[in-house]
């Protein structure tokens, strides 16, 4: 069975303060997906980063980075610097090849970010 | 714009009757995909489509709900008698390799 979990519910912090969001996921396929998705109060999901299970290289866009494990089975989401306008909802979601590549969803961390 | 959209945004109606949603994909787009998503939940897997092959629909999707996607362009959902649990965001993916580009979503709200 494919999961994703996230236990972190909410994360609060002030602007300016580093935030780590977990996920950890589930799967028994060697070739497999990850993502990090937002979810702003208006309710778009916005697409941040897909990883393939193959290339286990950290990522960093901005102030965005990614440290993927698959010792660990992690995928866990840093914002540096946060802002306000971060503040969101933040889902780690998983697909594979068996499962018709559907996304399997983590229940989400709600990021608040206090001015 | 080319995102994917959907239709309307927001419906609501009253239990027992029917409604109909529908997706535009991005067009270069084969893979089609419904979820559905509830408040403080992440979004829940409904169905999929291969072009206008519907593939996989997960047991979520009573006999109440129908979805469509003829000649592999748009989609519709269709939700018959609806139910007060039936309220949710009703969203939908589009993508080409492995990457889903979701639409703005269509709430549904039954009285």
Not at chain 1, 45 to 64: A, K, P, T
Not at chain 2, 18 to 26: E, M
Not at chain 2, 64 to 78: D, H, I, V
Request: a neutral charge; aromatic letters at 14%.
């Amino acid at each position: 069975a494919q999961k994703v979990t996230q236990a972190q519910t909410e994360i609060s912090v002030v602007e300016k303060e580093d935030v780590t969001l977990d996920c950890v996921y589930e799967t028994r396929d060697t070739t497999y997906y990850l993502f990090w998705y937002k979810q702003p109060p208006s309710g778009e999901l916005v697409f941040l980063i897909r990883r393939n299970s193959f290339d286990e290289q950290n990522e960093i866009s901005g102030r965005y980075s990614w440290n993927f494990q698959k010792s660990t089975s992690s995928f866990n989401f840093t914002i540096t610097a946060s802002q306000v306008v971060d503040s969101a909802v933040y889902f780690c979601a998983l697909s594979a090849f068996d499962s018709n590549y559907q996304l399997i969803w983590g229940a989400g961390t709600k990021l608040i970010i206090k001015p | 714009d080319t995102g994917v959209s959907q239709n309307p945004r927001h419906k609501i109606t009253k239990r027992g009757q029917n409604v109909t949603f529908r997706c535009d994909p991005i067009s270069e787009h084969n893979r089609l995909y419904w979820y559905r998503q509830t408040l403080g939940q992440g979004p829940e897997f409904l169905t999929y489509f291969q072009n206008e092959a519907q593939l996989e629909k997960s047991r979520l999707l009573s006999d109440r709900f129908s979805a469509e996607r003829p000649k592999g362009s748009f989609s519709t959902l269709e939700i018959q008698r609806t139910e007060q649990g039936d309220s949710a965001m009703y969203l939908c993916a589009s993508s080409y390799a492995n990457e889903q580009f979701f639409g703005p979503g269509t709430r549904l709200t039954v009285l």
